[in-house]
T-cell receptor, first 112, second 115 residues
């Protein structure tokens, strides 16, 4: 069973516009959520995270929103830049372990 | 400073052979994680180490998979009698401590192809 789901395999946006990447989860025990970014032939790199006690966390152009009742989180990138083109993975964890459960990833393409 | 390194970067093997994949974590990181990514899929957790003990091996797909870690240093993931479905990118990550909120730093991965 897929506990973390990213239902959109790909997303294409114009440079300067907003990119919104979505993620759903099923396990109510998850209390920490992360977004990782991955370029080809490289390992994922940490982007931003949010604890379940918050509903929003912002870091520069990146904002993560958490809706616990809907078991849904989203990553907003504003403004999008061509260098943001990568695969974005949503991940979730329970508080007693660092083990991460990942979604399938969404490939973002930002067009100049 | 040096990041997480993995070797080899690519490994092609024949079905039925054994393979060993190596991970060198960031110095001082007590926690080490192994994940794999099969084509078109997300990362699957395999196992994690706290020091040289493995409190959670729940993601290992079968008894053909094993891993060990020497102290708070190098880890080796061994796959015995490889099968074609073992083909994937195997990723290693490390963090200071194995707790939620402590950033995991990933290596570039080992791409394993089983013919």
């Amino acid at each position: 069973d897929q506990q973390v789901k990213q239902n959109s395999p790909s997303l294409s946006v114009q440079e300067g516009r907003i990119s919104i990447l979505n993620c759903d989860y099923t396990n109510s025990m998850f209390d920490y959520f992360l977004w990782y970014k991955k370029y080809p032939a490289e390992g994922p790199t940490f982007l931003i995270s949010i604890s379940s006690i918050k509903d929003k966390n912002e870091d520069g152009r990146f904002t993560v929103f958490l809706n616990k009742s809907a078991k849904h989180l989203s990553l907003h990138i504003v403004p999008s830049q061509p260098g943001d083109s990568a695969v974005y993975f949503c991940a979730a964890s329970e508080s007693n372990t660092g083990k991460l459960i990942f979604g399938q990833g969404t490939t973002l393409q930002v067009k100049p | 400073g040096a990041g997480v390194s993995q070797s080899p970067s690519n490994k092609v093997t024949e079905k039925g052979k054994d393979v060993e994949l190596r991970c060198d974590p960031i110095s001082g990181h007590t926690a080490l994680y192994w994940y794999r990514q099969r084509l078109g899929q997300g990362l699957e957790f395999l196992i994690y180490f706290q020091g040289n003990s493995a409190p959670d091996k729940s993601g290992l797909p079968s008894d053909r998979f094993s891993a060990e870690r020497t102290g708070e240093s190098v880890s080796t993931l061994t796959i015995q009698r490889t099968q074609q479905e073992d083909s994937a990118v195997y990723l290693c990550a490390s963090s200071l401590i194995p707790t939620v909120g402590d950033t995991q730093y990933f290596g570039p991965g080992t791409r394993l192809t089983v013919l």
